[in-house]
């Protein structure tokens, strides 16, 4: 059966595209789902695959040449098949692709795999094809400087790498941020802390605050699938804490935070912090965070962008409250001032839906009453 190759369309916005390297040459056999090119767009290098199996009979557009989309570019066809007319392509005169690197499959594995760009390693064959071989030493030169320690990574450690790794690259994160005044909450603490019989943080009020918001601002209590997303039932608000052993975070939880008073509230979240810091955490503390607060208030950070926890749509991290010149009634005096951010999970919700929530928990904090 002929195949008639042809340029795809690799982006929206994309009409042509660049054949950056030819894994076949014309006689040799192709089998279905082969990467068979090279096309490189403005914004990334993706191997195409054979659409048919067969013989590559006729390749009519060249490395480093730029096609329209649609265009024929080559042919697959068994042997004994007769041909089809295509019409030549007329690619636009332009130098060789900055990414069109020519190099061998075992040689692209490779370099991902130790981390080498391909641009920067120096062929050793004379057609200029890179080679395992020339991706290794590359690799043995890029080791960097001297190492003063290794430092093993514990199973904490290790686990949440791969909780990020998980997280991460599969979420659309982006970001909004408030500036939001503390005077009313800092003028509350003192009568919250006889009231409660123990201290309370402006954290504890943040995560009081945000945790009875969160039911009208659902988007921010939930997950992507590929299926669905996923808005939860209850309110479980995990709260960051640095493990300083291990130089990493454990994010223990509030579980049905929205339904407890502020003083249960501070209570539960001074316990988990101290069992954290005597790694006394147990399973239960740490299961379905449906939300989380980042508290960076004692460290005097000015602001800070978390990253989202895996399983969730949204996270809203605290800064320093500073004083600092406000207006007020006509004047300007000095108050705290702190910055709220709230990263989220672009899959699940807009920047106007984060936006809503961050100024619902600005108002409940400026105009902070026991509630």
């Not at 795809?8 to 390297?21: F, H, S």
């Not at 090279?38 to 390749?59: F, H, P, Q, W, Y």
Request: some cysteine.
């Amino acid at each position: 059966m002929v195949t008639q190759v042809t340029m795809p369309k690799l982006a929206e916005n994309t009409e042509e595209a660049t054949i950056g390297q030819w894994f076949k040459g014309e006689g040799e056999r192709v089998a279905k789902g082969e990467p068979l090119f090279e096309a490189i767009t403005d914004k990334a290098a993706v191997e195409v695959n054979a659409e048919g199996s067969g013989v590559l009979r006729r390749i009519y557009a060249a490395e480093n040449s730029v096609v329209p989309v649609g265009q024929t570019i080559a042919v697959i066809a068994e042997p004994d098949e007769a041909l089809p007319e295509v019409e030549p392509t007329r690619p636009a005169a332009r130098g060789p692709a900055p990414a069109a690197v020519k190099a061998s499959f075992g040689a692209r594995r490779l370099a991902r795999e130790l981390g080498v760009g391909l641009a920067v390693i120096v062929p050793s064959r004379p057609d200029g094809r890179l080679t395992e071989e020339d991706v290794r030493r590359a690799a043995a030169k890029a080791q960097g400087p001297p190492v003063l320690e290794r430092l093993p990574l514990s199973p904490l450690k290790r686990a949440l790498a791969s909780h990020l790794a998980r997280a991460v690259p599969r979420a659309a994160v982006a970001h909004v941020a408030l500036e939001v005044g503390f005077s009313a909450v800092e003028a509350a603490l003192p009568g919250l802390a006889e009231a409660a019989g123990g201290p309370v943080l402006a954290r504890d009020v943040l995560i009081h605050v945000a945790a009875r918001l969160l039911p009208e601002h659902r988007l921010l209590n939930a997950c992507f699938t590929d299926e669905a997303i996923l808005v939860y039932a209850p309110v479980h608000v995990g709260l960051a804490i640095d493990v300083e052993r291990d130089a990493s975070v454990v994010v223990p939880v509030l579980h049905d935070a929205d339904r407890k008073p502020l003083a249960e509230v501070a209570r539960e979240a001074a316990g988990l912090v101290e069992r954290a810091a005597g790694h006394g955490l147990a399973p239960s503390d740490l299961a379905n965070a449906t939300f989380t607060v980042v508290d960076h208030s004692e460290l005097g950070i000015d602001e800070f962008v978390p990253i989202l926890n895996e399983r969730q749509s949204a996270i809203l991290a605290m800064s320093a409250a500073r004083r600092r010149p406000v207006v007020r009634g006509g004047g300007i005096v000095v108050a705290p001032v702190a910055i709220l951010a709230v990263a989220f999970d672009h899959r699940v919700l807009n920047a106007t839906a984060a936006a809503r929530f961050l100024r619902a928990v600005k108002e409940k904090l400026e105009s902070f009453v026991v509630s």
